[in-house]
């Protein structure tokens, strides 16, 4: 299965990683306060990607994103929040983006044996 970006999807992940670049730069410490916990926004956001890799083009309608969100209890500029409050840790982010990885893989079936494991540590805020 090859897994493509949506355009509101893809965008976020831009933006994510922006985020991580520019916050990550300074000195100051990693802020996790964010409107969503962390596996709220890994659930979302692979529930996400798995409803765009569901349809034909590989492109999330603005209907079924919306059914996500809402089934998460959460908004898009929560998503964006998420990323805001955690673009400074980019170690964080980095084991964010593997875990979400992980879990399309497992999700396509595939073998997450040899996935890199996401530090215990990183959940802890």
């Not at 590989?58 to 908004?75: D, F, K, N, P, Q």
């Not at 964006?80 to 399309?104: H, N, T």
Request: glycine share 8%; charged share 25%.
């Amino acid at each position: 299965m090859t897994f493509r970006a949506s355009r509101p999807t893809g965008r976020l992940m831009v933006a994510l990683f922006v985020l991580a670049s520019v916050a990550g730069c300074g000195d100051a410490e990693p802020v996790h306060e964010g409107p969503v916990d962390r596996e709220t926004f890994i659930a979302t956001y692979v529930d996400l990607r798995l409803s765009a890799l569901g349809t034909p083009t590989g492109v999330i309608t603005e209907a079924e994103r919306s059914r996500v969100l809402e089934e998460h209890g959460v908004t898009g500029d929560d998503l964006e929040g998420f990323a805001q409050a955690w673009g400074s840790d980019p170690a964080a982010m980095k084991a964010i983006w593997e875990e979400v990885q992980r879990r399309l893989r497992l999700a396509a079936g595939e073998d997450t044996a040899s996935s890199p494991a996401v530090p215990a540590n990183i959940d802890a805020h």
